[in-house]
Structures are given as structure tokens and as C-alpha cells.
């Protein structure tokens, strides 16, 4: 019996919105400092309806491998039951706020 991939939601900022991704894949990136998502996954592309949010997201996504993410971006990971629709939400309002640094620092230039 074929064991079924894991499906992990991951909610980050990303220029004043907030992103919802839906990948098989995440975890600590060998960069430091980042989270690795892989596989993202997209909904089955209907041609009588069309979700422009996620079509978006799929332009934008769509043929990358991996994407590496800040720590400070980060919100929430969650390992979900099933996929949902990948979404952009307005961060307008939001409770959540992005701390002012990474906590990991340049090194000087020379």
C-alpha cells in the first residue's frame, strides 16, 4: 500500500500580503536563516471557473522547484487532511505583525 504524501499549509508575509501555500514539502533550508517549500500544489484547472487568486499564485509559482522563505515570514505551518486553494490575503487589519528583524545580522563590509 502506498503511503500517501504529507500536505502542509504555510501562511507567510510576502510584500504587505499574506500568503496561503499548499506544498508536500517544507522544511529547514540548508541556507541559513530560510524554510524550503517544495511541491507546491495547485487545484485541478477547471475551464468553466477560474480562481484568479490561485492563478496568480500558479504564475508565479507554478514552475518553481523550491522557494525559500525568510524564518521572520513566516506565520504558521500547520500538516493538514487535505489540500485547500492556495490564496493572497490582504495583511490590512490583520493581528499579526512581522518582528522587525531576522535576528540573524550581515557580516561588515570591507
Given amino acids: ?11 507567510f508575509h510576502n510584500q504587505n500580503k499574506i500568503y496561503e501555500l499548499y506544498a508536500h ?17 495547485f ?8 480562481d484568479p487568486a490561485e492563478e496568480k499564485l ?15 515570514s513566516i506565520i504558521r505551518i500547520d500538516e493538514v487532511e487535505k489540500e485547500g486553494k492556495n490564496k493572497i490575503h490582504d495583511s490590512d487589519g490583520s ?3 512581522v518582528l522587525p ?7 561588515p563590509s570591507n
Avoid at 3 to 11: A, G, T
Avoid at 43 to 50: A, C, T
Fill in 101 to 107: 528583524g531576522s535576528g540573524f545580522s550581515q557580516p
Fill in 1 to 11: 500500500m502506498k503511503k500517501n504524501k504529507s500536505i502542509f499549509r504555510v501562511l
Fill in 58 to 72: 500558479k504564475s508565479e509559482f507554478g514552475d518553481v522547484k523550491h522557494t525559500y522563505v525568510p524564518h521572520h
Fill in 95 to 97: 493581528t499579526v505583525s
Fill in 43 to 50: 487545484g485541478e484547472r477547471s475551464k468553466l471557473l477560474v
Fill in 25 to 41: 514539502e517544507v522544511s529547514q533550508a540548508s541556507m541559513i536563516g530560510f524554510i524550503e517549500i517544495g511541491e507546491i500544489i
